[in-house]
C-alpha cells in the first residue's frame, strides 16, 4: 500500500491568510487528488491532478485555490485568502495500482480559520 | 451525490462477522463498487472493490449480487479496530470518489 505523508497535520491562521498544505508520496505516483472534510460533513472531491495539470476541479475548488507540484515530489494546495468556512480536514490522495484504480488517502491536515 | 444507500449505524460484537448492506440499483454496467472506511477523522483507507463477481482480501469480502443492485462487506471477524464509518461508493474506476455518509460500524466487546 502506498504510503502518503501530510504536513502540517494542523494549521491555525487567521481570516484572510494564505495557506499551504503539503501532502508527500514516498513512491513515485503521477495522479493525485485534494478533498476536505468539513467537521461532522461527507468528504469532498476538491481536484484531481495529473502530469503537472489540473485533471478535475469541483464547484469548491474556486480562485482562491491553486495546487502545483513545485519540485516534481511534493504536491501542494494552497488557499489564498482564507474564510472561516475554509476549517476542515483536508486529504491528500493518490491513485495507484492499475485499472480499476485505488486511492490511497493520506492522514489528513487540519486547518482552523479563525 | 452519492449513488449508493447505506444504513446510518450497525452494531457487531467482537469476533463476529460485520455484514454491512450497500444499495446502488443505478449502477451503470461499467462501474465498480468499493469500499473503503474512514477511523475517527483519519483518511480513508481503501478496503476492496469489485464488478460483479466475489472478492475476498486480507481485509474482507465482498458480496455483489447478480443483478448488481446491491452488495455486502463482510468483516469476518471484526475487532474493536474495526469501528469505523464505512463508505460504499460506485465508481468507474477512473473517477474520482463520491463519499457518502456512509454506514457508523460499533464493534463491541
Known amino acids: 500500500e502506498p504510503e502518503v505523508t501530510q504536513t502540517p497535520s494542523h494549521q491555525v491562521t487567521q481570516m484572510g491568510q494564505e495557506v499551504i498544505l503539503r501532502c508527500v508520496p514516498i513512491s513515485n505516483h503521477l495522479y493525485f487528488y485534494w478533498y476536505r472534510q468539513i467537521l461532522g460533513q461527507k468528504v469532498e472531491f476538491l481536484v484531481s491532478f495529473y502530469n503537472n495539470e489540473i485533471s478535475e476541479k469541483s464547484e469548491i475548488f474556486d480562485d482562491q485555490f491553486s495546487v502545483e507540484r513545485p519540485d516534481g515530489s511534493n504536491f501542494t494546495l494552497k488557499i489564498r485568502s482564507t474564510k472561516l468556512e475554509d476549517s476542515a480536514m483536508y486529504f491528500c490522495?493518490?491513485?495507484?495500482?492499475?485499472?480499476?484504480?485505488?486511492?490511497?488517502f493520506g492522514p489528513g491536515t487540519r486547518l482552523t480559520v479563525t | 451525490d452519492a449513488k449508493t444507500t447505506q444504513p446510518t449505524s450497525m452494531d457487531c460484537a467482537e469476533g463476529r462477522a460485520a455484514n454491512l448492506p450497500c444499495n446502488h440499483s443505478t449502477i451503470s454496467g461499467n462501474e465498480y463498487v468499493y469500499w473503503y472506511r474512514q477511523i475517527h477523522s483519519q483518511g480513508p483507507q481503501y478496503i476492496i472493490h469489485g464488478l460483479k463477481n466475489n472478492e475476498t482480501n486480507e481485509m474482507a469480502s465482498l458480496i455483489i449480487t447478480e443483478d448488481r443492485k446491491s452488495s455486502t462487506l463482510i468483516l469476518p471477524h471484526a475487532t474493536l479496530r474495526d469501528t469505523a464509518v464505512y463508505y460504499c461508493i460506485v465508481s468507474s474506476g477512473y473517477s474520482t470518489l463520491t463519499f457518502g455518509k456512509g454506514t457508523m460500524l460499533l464493534v463491541s466487546p
Open positions: 490522495a493518490l491513485r495507484a495500482g492499475s485499472y480499476p484504480y485505488e486511492q490511497y
